[in-house]
């Protein structure tokens, strides 16, 4: 079974900053990879596929890059509303086809 | 607009049973894939079922194998997840999630909270 782990786990920045998210794989995933952001009592969103594709609706301040096992969610500048928790997932090729996530990232306001 | 709507959520007793129904719209349900995912209170994302389209293919986790039963009606729209035997450690937030197709979910409903307790 394939472990994502996520770093760090609490990320302190202010508006318009940078941000860097990272997701490390314990074994290669190529670039099947997703990342989700998750608000205070909403669901997940799906901001990036396939490791560096934006899902349809996400500003371009978002990106993601990598393959194998690191991965990484930016997002240029913050805005106020990006200060969320952010999960990385993969899915197994194989049986069980399994959703594997990690622990998340909360990005909070300094 | 696509959309998937959850319901069926509540207190139920260790021991007792709940079925949880997502309801889809806005897209041609029967092709898809489709994922239960749970979230405890304060904690991360946990998958725990996955369907196929036809609804020939099914996958539990670990967890909850034995226990829980996904299904699904294509023809009314909508997902299915039996639960017996709960457990206080199955307390969270249920999600359905539609499988892109790619291996990762989007959209995903707004959940129902399953709250087992005495």
């Known amino acids: 079974e394939i472990v994502l782990t996520q770093s760090p786990a609490t990320l302190s920045l202010s508006p318009g900053e940078r941000a860097t998210l990272s997701c490390r794989a314990s074994?290669?995933?190529?670039?099947?990879l997703a990342w989700y952001q998750q608000k205070p009592g909403q669901a997940p969103r799906l901001l990036i596929y396939d490791a560096s594709n934006r899902a349809t609706g996400i500003p371009a301040r978002f990106s993601g890059s990598g393959s194998g096992t690191d991965f990484t969610l930016t997002i240029s500048s913050l805005e106020p509303e990006d200060f969320a928790v952010y999960y990385c997932?993969?899915?197994?090729?194989?049986?069980?086809?399994?959703?594997?996530f990690g622990q998340g990232t909360k990005l909070e306001i300094k | 607009e696509v959309q998937l709507v959850e319901s069926g959520g509540g207190l139920v007793q260790p021991g007792g049973s709940l079925r949880l129904s997502c309801a889809a719209s806005?897209?041609?349900?029967?092709?898809?894939?489709m994922n239960w995912v749970r979230q405890a209170p304060g904690k991360g994302l946990e998958w725990v079922s996955y369907i196929s389209s036809s609804g020939s293919t099914i996958y539990y986790a670990d967890s909850v194998k034995g226990r829980f039963t996904i299904s699904r009606d294509n023809a009314k729209n909508s997902l299915y997840l039996q639960m017996n035997s709960l457990r206080a450690e199955d307390t969270a937030v249920y999600y359905c999630?539609?499988?892109?197709?790619?291996?990762?979910?989007?959209?995903w409903g707004q959940g129902t909270l399953v709250t087992v307790s005495s």
């Open positions: 806005g897209f041609t349900f029967s092709s898809y894939e």
């Open positions: 074994q290669s995933v190529s670039s099947y």
């Open positions: 997932q993969q899915r197994s090729n194989w049986p069980p086809r399994m959703y594997t």
């Open positions: 999630a539609r499988d892109r197709g790619e291996g990762d979910g989007d959209p």
